[in-house]
C-alpha cells in the first residue's frame, strides 16, 4: 500500500513563495500525482496534475503562471512551487496519488499553507 508524506507548508506573506514536497513509498512511476486544496468551509478542489512521467501537466486557472507542479521518479517525490502567493490559497493542501496499475487513489495527510500578512 502507498503511503504519502507531505511537507512545507507554513505561514507567508503575500507574494510570497512556498515548495511543498510529497513523497511516496512503492512503485512512484505507476503514480499519477495531484494536488489539491480544501480552504475552510468549502469543497476540497483540484490544484495541479502530472502525469506518471511528467509529460502531462494540468492547472486549475487560479494557480496558472504562478504554480509549478513537478516530479522527481528516482526520489519518489513530486512538487509543488507556489509563487505570488495570495490571501485566496489559503487552505490545507492534500498530495493525491492514482495508482495506473491498481487502480487505487491514496491522499496524503495534508499540509495547511497560510498567506497573510
Known amino acids: 500500500q502507498v503511503q504519502l508524506v507531505e511537507s512545507g507548508g507554513g505561514l507567508v506573506q503575500p507574494g510570497g513563495s512556498l515548495r511543498l514536497s510529497c513523497t511516496a513509498s512503492g512503485r512512484f512511476s505507476v503514480l499519477e500525482m495531484s494536488w489539491y486544496r480544501q480552504a475552510r468551509g468549502k469543497e476540497r478542489l483540484l490544484v495541479a496534475y502530472i502525469s506518471t512521467f511528467g509529460g502531462t501537466l494540468h492547472y486549475d486557472d487560479s494557480v496558472k503562471g504562478r504554480f509549478t507542479i513537478s516530479r522527481d521518479n528516482p526520489k519518489a517525490t513530486v512538487y509543488l512551487q507556489m509563487n505570488n502567493l495570495k490571501p485566496d490559497d489559503t487552505a490545507v493542501y492534500y498530495c493525491?496519488?492514482?495508482?495506473?496499475?491498481?487502480?487505487?487513489?491514496?491522499w496524503g495527510q495534508g499540509t495547511q499553507v497560510t498567506v497573510s500578512s
Open positions: 493525491n496519488a492514482r495508482d495506473t496499475v491498481q487502480y487505487t487513489e491514496i
